[in-house]
């Protein structure tokens, strides 16, 4: 059976264009994947809510202030009482020894949390804090 | 005359005045009552000069036996009172039913927010335990503090419980005030005052009891595991024929029986049940129960058997209990077959056979039977009619009879999850009289092993177990984790003793493991890491939060066989995404 030329020359050409855009040591462009990394900052020395305020008029919103450790990341959880699951996550780098974050907890129903500071060594310190609207 | 004074002050000593912390403690430790009172406890406060507005309670009780009526403020002004005239309250309370405080020594000091901080809890659907945390807040007038007196009281009713239910103290597990100038202070919790826990004695309802006893339950005990059961069967013709009572034990061992419950002056024939109606935990308490050290001291005992004459040298099994509860196949002697099946048990590759009718002896018995006669059936037979499996026993007309029992799971060869042993032995600086004794086990020798925490920044996580053994050769080791497959799924385990034989158990949710040196020639000290967990997270790597919990069901063994502790740095691995570190906002 003989195969017609023009079906030759689409092959031809396929085979020329292919040749011409894949690198035959990495066709697919592996090398150029970059395995992402990730920088977990300074050590942390310090862990420590200092103190907490409510807004007495919204009632939502949340002042924590931390002493913690420059450069070192931080990750705040509002959770259940008993809970593990956050509710709410807030994370931060901190730049000096002592942070102030204001968290927004209006779309946190009524009632009695925890706030936990935990660092990337997995040290944790926690508060009670009771969400009244 | 003024570097004089400079000079003076300078030499006396300069009195620095620390803070004392303010102080939450119970009014009283035992409560009197009878089924269907209403009974009060009071946790009162001493201020110490500080401006408390808040005290933040947790309180853990039997919700089977105790029904929280209320919870009232103590009258503001009263003589016996912390709260003062003019003081406005409020209170949010809020209920955790089958919670139960998991008690470790950073959780169970004297300051309550240390305890708070390191609060670790079981939850058992249906629990018969509940959490309470209380939350009062007071708002006295102006340039007003609290005092020192009552604060709080709680209010319960006693429930109709079976007459030989067992009770458990109430336990105020932290309690910590919050100032209104310094936040969350370190509280003592009944340091120069009062209790933490309250006992209860509560009376009423109970019938004549005909039958009393004790079935001796181990520390450690899970009693929602263990479900020790004794059910009664009447006898016909010498032969156990109908079942007349079903009595269930409690967390105590303790149990009474009625006149209603079983007759008076009638042969009955005792079996001890465990693992529930259907046997359904049976496999759970093989799992907690049998663990490598077991293994490694039977494999030792047998293995220092005399080659000319068979007979054991009694090493590692000292009583005739170690060698029945190493007889798992039943055939009065200890043989290759035992320490066979006990190391499939362990590996997870066969499950030793127990029927829910379990290895009850009597406790005089359980204590004193010897090595050289516990295979002779008539020896336990003389003082134990009817065999190790169940008992005859003859009620009395009126008086009340006393049955005082023991029991072990087969393959529990140290006992862990089974009777103590209570013998004869040299105590401390050579005093003679009754200890308890273990034998397979080396006390005061452990193990530290270290577990991190980690921040997540990839699908693949890997969980290292570091050991740490000082000059301990160890032989065998093994682990339990929970996860939750909703987050993570259980890839692989690394070894890092290749010369020792691994084997996992991996379920959902839950992964078994350990390895065991079988050949024990290739101990091992020092500082090592024998495994390396290897998880997947389910969903994007970078947003995870869980947490590893590592269960009671561990366990270590020395180079000789016997068992050994395991010191955790924490029982909890903490595995968060890089993303909850970023700047996401909340």
Redesign the interface.
């Known amino acids: 059976m003989q195969i017609p030329v023009h079906k030759i020359k689409l092959l031809a050409s396929l085979v020329l264009i292919l040749g011409c855009t894949l690198d035959p040591t990495d066709p697919f462009d592996i090398d150029d994947i970059i395995t992402p990394t990730f920088d977990l900052g300074e050590v942390p020395q310090s862990t420590k809510i200092v103190n907490v305020e409510i807004d007495a008029l919204t009632k939502t919103t949340i002042t924590l202030h931390m002493a913690v450790t420059v450069g070192a990341m931080y990750t705040i959880h509002l959770i259940h009482p008993l809970g593990e699951d956050p509710l709410a996550v807030t994370g931060f780098t901190a730049t000096t020894q002592l942070v102030t974050v204001e968290l927004d907890y209006s779309t946190i129903s009524t009632g009695l949390y925890d706030i936990v500071l935990i660092d990337t060594q997995g040290n944790s310190t926690r508060i009670p804090i009771l969400l009244e609207r | 005359m003024k570097k004089l004074f400079l000079l003076l002050s300078l030499l006396l000593p300069t009195q620095v005045s620390a803070q004392t912390p303010p102080e939450v403690y119970l009014e009283t430790n035992a409560i009197t009552a009878t089924r269907g009172d209403t009974i009060e406890i009071w946790a009162n406060f001493n201020n110490n000069s500080t401006q408390t507005r808040t005290i933040?309670f947790d309180f853990q009780y039997q919700r089977t036996a105790f029904s929280l009526i209320d919870v009232s403020f103590a009258t503001a002004g009263a003589d016996s009172s912390a709260i003062p005239t003019g003081t406005t309250t409020s209170l949010?309370n809020?209920n955790?039913p089958g919670?139960k405080w998991v008690q470790t020594t950073a959780n169970t000091t004297t300051n309550g927010l240390a305890n708070?901080?390191n609060m670790q809890?079981a939850y058992t659907s249906g629990g018969p335990y509940t959490?309470r945390?209380l939350?009062g807040?007071v708002a006295p007038p102006t340039n007003t503090n609290l005092g020192t007196g009552r604060f709080m009281k709680l209010r319960f009713e006693v429930l109709n419980t079976a007459h030989d239910f067992v009770y458990d103290s109430l336990y105020m597990n932290f309690a910590f005030a919050n100032s209104n100038n310094a936040?969350?202070l370190a509280t003592n919790n009944a340091v120069s005052t009062g209790y933490r826990s309250a006992f209860f004695t509560i009376g009423g309802g109970t019938a004549d009891v005909l039958v009393y006893g004790t079935l001796d339950l181990p520390t450690s005990v899970n009693i929602n595991l263990l479900q020790p059961r004794l059910k009664f069967f009447e006898k016909y013709n010498n032969v156990p024929d109908t079942l007349r009572h079903t009595e269930s034990i409690g967390t105590g061992g303790t149990f009474s029986i009625t006149p209603s419950e079983v007759d008076t002056d009638t042969d009955y024939r005792i079996y001890l049940s465990l693992g529930g109606a259907g046997g359904d935990s049976i496999p759970s308490i093989l799992n907690t129960a049998i663990t490598v050290s077991d293994f490694t001291a039977a494999e030792t005992e047998f293995s220092w058997q005399s080659l000319t004459t068979g007979n054991f040298v009694d090493t590692m099994f000292t009583k005739g209990v170690h060698y029945m509860a190493a007889d798992i196949n039943d055939s009065r002697g200890f043989d290759p077959g035992d320490t066979g099946t006990l190391f499939a048990q362990i590996a997870g590759v066969a499950t030793i056979e127990m029927t829910d009718t379990s290895q009850m002896l009597l406790k005089s018995v359980f204590d004193t039977v010897s090595t050289a006669y516990w295979r002779v059936t008539d020896s336990i037979l003389d003082t134990q009619t009817a065999g190790p499996y169940g008992m005859d026993f003859h009620t009395d007309t009126t008086a009340t009879d006393t049955l005082n029992l023991k029991y072990f799971i087969p393959g529990d060869v140290n006992l862990s999850y089974s009777s103590a042993l209570t013998t004869n032995i040299s105590g401390p600086q050579g005093s003679s009289g009754y200890y308890y004794q273990s034998s397979p086990v080396l006390t005061n020798t452990s193990i530290d092993v270290n577990l991190?925490?980690?921040?997540v920044?990839s699908n693949s996580i890997e969980i290292p177990f570091e050991v740490s053994t000082g000059d301990q050769e160890i032989s065998a080791l093994q682990f339990e984790v929970l996860y939750d497959p909703s987050k993570l799924q259980f890839e692989t385990m690394d070894l890092g003793v290749s010369s020792w034989i691994a084997f996992i158990d991996n379920k959902l949710g839950q992964v078994r493991f350990g390895a065991i040196d079988r050949s024990r020639e290739f101990a091992l000290s020092g500082d090592f890491t024998p495994f390396i967990l290897k998880f997947v997270t389910v969903n994007n790597p970078l947003d995870i939060?869980?947490?590893l919990h590592l269960t009671t069901n561990m366990d270590a063994s020395s180079k000789s066989g016997h068992q050994i502790g395991i010191t955790l740095n924490s029982n909890t691995i903490?595995l968060?995404g890089?993303?909850?570190?970023?700047?996401?906002?909340?």
């Not at chain 2, 890089?578 to 909340?586: L, T």
Request: glycine letters at 6%; aromatic letters at 30%.
């Open positions: 933040y949010t809020f955790f919670y708070y901080q809890y959490i945390r939350y807040t936040g969350w991190n925490n980690l921040v920044t939060v869980t947490q903490r968060i890089y993303n909850n570190y970023a700047n996401s906002g909340s």
